[in-house]
C-alpha cells in the first residue's frame, strides 16, 4: 500500500491534466527536471515532494521521502506556502 504522499503523487501524475497540476507543483517539477533531468521518475518525485512540503502528506517510500532534498523545495520557498 502506498503512502499518502505516493498516492497524491501518482494521481497528479498519471491522472491529472497538465492545466489542473496545481502552479507551485509545475513550478517544483520544473526546477528538479532542470537539475535531475525531464524523466517519468523525476515528475514523480517532483509531485510526492511537492505532496509532503506543501500539502504535509506523510510518505513512507525512502527514495520519495523530501528529506535530503529541501534546497530544491527552498527555491520556491514551498516550506512557506505550507497549506
Same mark, same amino acid.
Do not use: W
Given at each position: +500500500? #502506498? #503512502? *499518502?504522499? +505516493? ?7 498519471? =491522472? %491529472?491534466? @497538465?492545466?489542473?497540476? *496545481?502552479?507551485?507543483?509545475?513550478? /517544483? ?9 525531464? $524523466?517519468?521518475?523525476? /515528475? &514523480? %518525485?517532483?509531485?510526492?515532494? /511537492?505532496?509532503?512540503?506543501?500539502? @504535509?502528506?506523510? $510518505? %513512507?517510500?525512502?527514495? /520519495?521521502? &523530501?528529506?535530503? =532534498?529541501? =534546497?530544491?523545495?527552498?527555491? &520556491?520557498?514551498?516550506?512557506? !506556502? !505550507?497549506?
Amino acid at each position: +500500500m #502506498s #503512502s *499518502p504522499a +505516493m498516492e497524491r503523487a501518482g494521481v497528479l501524475f498519471f =491522472h %491529472t491534466a @497538465g492545466k489542473d497540476v *496545481p502552479v507551485l507543483a509545475r513550478e /517544483y517539477v520544473s526546477i528538479l527536471a532542470k537539475q535531475l533531468g525531464g $524523466c517519468g521518475e523525476v /515528475y &514523480l %518525485t517532483a509531485f510526492a515532494h /511537492y505532496a509532503q512540503a506543501v500539502e @504535509g502528506l506523510k $510518505c %513512507t517510500e525512502e527514495d /520519495y521521502l &523530501l528529506e535530503g =532534498h529541501e =534546497h530544491y523545495y527552498n527555491e &520556491l520557498g514551498l516550506a512557506q !506556502r !505550507r497549506k
